[in-house]
């Protein structure tokens, strides 16, 4: 069965310093992986998303992930957040045969002045 | 503009009360799912539809009754809820539901706050 674990609760970090929000997943299969984000008093908005090919995924808003099958992680960074990159992120897997999305716990990143 | 609106966007009742959520999708897909968000928790799949079929029910209790009576709509009936209830409720749609090989990727609403009293 898939499950997904997000490593960190909160992540505070000063405005355009880097970031890494973590992300690591478990499953026997091939898999499917995406990042959706949540700002306050909105649904989810998807960020990025690998489904094959190149393992550096690029997205939205200058987020980029990258799919380690060895590791079995697919960690989300931005090398210079803003503060309205103040939000909940969430890490979530489908195995290629399955067809349920299996999200993490989320992730609250909050972008300090 | 996300092409998924819900309606209301909160709502307060109380465990005796009836009330339904609305969803509309704007995107000519043809699946549609109810999320369940709560406080801390990861999202829960609630049901999905698919070519307006049901296609999944994740042990949902019965005071939970979907209803989608086009590819565009979709609502939840609530009755009898109780307090663990309260949280926030997600509808999201895809082009379509389990196609062999291929995640479609979902397109989320901006949810309905509910608090039972």
């Known amino acids: 069965a898939q499950s997904v674990t997000q490593l960190d609760s909160q992540v505070p970090v000063f405005e355009e310093a880097p970031v890494e929000l973590r992300c690591n997943y478990s499953?026997?299969?091939?898999?499917?992986l995406f990042w959706y984000v949540q700002y306050p008093n909105q649904g989810l908005q998807l960020l990025l998303k690998?489904?094959?090919?190149?393992?550096l995924v690029k997205g939205i808003n200058g987020f980029e992930a990258e799919f380690n099958k060895s590791q079995t992680s697919f960690h989300l960074r931005k090398p210079s957040v803003h503060i309205s990159d103040t939000a909940e992120y969430f890490c979530a897997v489908s195995e290629s045969s399955a067809r349920q999305l299996t999200f993490g716990s989320g992730t609250q990143l909050t972008v300090l002045p | 503009e996300t092409g998924v609106t819900q309606t209301p966007r909160h709502l307060v009742m109380g465990m005796t009360n009836k009330k339904s959520l609305k969803c509309e999708q704007h995107l000519g897909h043809n699946a549609m799912y109810w999320y369940k968000q709560s406080a801390k928790k990861p999202l829960e799949l609630m049901f999905v539809?698919?070519?307006?079929?049901?296609?999944e029910n994740n042990s949902v209790p019965s005071r939970f009754s979907p209803e989608c009576p086009n590819s565009s709509h979709l609502f939840l009936h609530l009755h009898t809820l109780q307090p663990e209830d309260s949280a926030l409720y997600l509808c999201a749609s895809s082009q379509d539901w389990g196609t062999s090989g291929k995640q479609e990727t979902q397109y989320f609403g901006p949810g309905t706050r509910l608090l039972v009293l």
């Open positions: 690998y489904l094959s090919g190149s393992t």
């Open positions: 539809y698919n070519f307006k079929e049901q296609t």
């Open positions: 499953s026997s299969v091939s898999v499917y």
